[in-house]
T-cell receptor, first 111, second 121 residues
Framework: DAKTTQPPSMDCAEGRAANLPCNHSTISGNEYVYWYRQIHSQGPQYIIHGLKNNETNEMASLIITEDRKSSTLILPHATLRDTAVYYCIVSDAYNFNKFYFGSGTKLNVKP | GAVVSQHPSWVICKSGTSVKIECRSLDFQATTMFWYRQFPKQSLMLMATSNEGSKATYEQGVEKDKFLINHASLTLSTLTVTSAHPEDSSFYIC?????????????????FGAGSRLTVL
């Protein structure tokens, strides 16, 4: 079962930063936070993952709170093509645990 | 980067027929693949975990005789929907875990196929 809580939808103006929150208050020590997104009628796309340090790649930044009970995915300059459902998932990185998707956040990027 | 090919991308069939969906990892070996289904405006629901050379593990409530999964090689898993009925109409998505990343922090990074839309008339 999904162990994360996300707002159902968010709006963001094109060119502005999109900050998507995720609550994972029951996360355990071995579990990483993963973010994926799903553009309409496509398979999900991996974005980023992290354990406790903040992470950045070419797509986004991931900020994890010190107690690891929540995180924020940041898209620094949202474009219309970033409109999608964003899923936050917690899973043990080393034990090949199953991946359960929650309900995600529908991000609407508006011109 | 890792690529997963899923085929067919869409299929329409008559009620009572069986439909096979293929999931291939194109440039990596996948010891584990997952099958999901997704209804309109809903999230992905995990159906089963497929491990190469062994029987699939099905989630509670998923009929193993209805949804046959075969993972005969490190690059191919198939899902067969047997005796399909209109209620089986859905978006089916597979994902694969890169065996090269096993044991490291990237071990749980999944690559997803584009999905297969099944419509049963």
């Amino acid at each position: 079962d999904a162990k994360t809580t996300q707002p159902p939808s968010m709006d963001c103006a094109e060119g502005r930063a999109a900050n998507l929150p995720c609550n994972h208050s029951t996360i355990s020590g071995n579990e990483y936070v993963y973010w994926y997104r799903q553009i309409h009628s496509q398979g999900p796309q991996y974005i980023i993952h992290g354990l406790k340090n903040n992470e950045t790649n070419e797509m986004a930044s991931l900020i994890i709170t010190e107690d690891r009970k929540s995180s924020t995915l940041i898209l620094p300059h949202a474009t219309l093509r970033d409109t999608a459902v964003y899923y936050c998932i917690v899973s043990d990185a080393y034990n090949f645990n199953k991946f359960y998707f929650g309900s995600g956040t529908k991000l609407n990027v508006k011109p | 980067g890792a690529v997963v090919s899923q085929h067919p991308s869409w299929v329409i069939c008559k009620s009572g027929t069986s439909v096979k969906i293929e999931c291939r990892s194109l440039d990596f070996q996948a010891t584990t693949m997952f099958w999901y289904r997704q209804f309109p405006k809903q999230s992905l629901m995990l159906m089963a975990t497929s491990n190469e050379g062994s029987k699939a593990t099905y989630e509670q409530g998923v009929e193993k005789d209805k949804f046959l999964i075969n993972h005969a090689s490190l690059t191919l898993s198939t899902l067969t929907v047997t005796s399909a009925h209109p209620e089986d109409s859905s978006f089916y998505i597979c994902s694969a875990r890169d065996a090269r990343l096993a044991g490291g922090p990237g071990a749980n990074v999944l690559t997803f196929g584009a999905g297969s839309r099944l419509t049963v008339l």
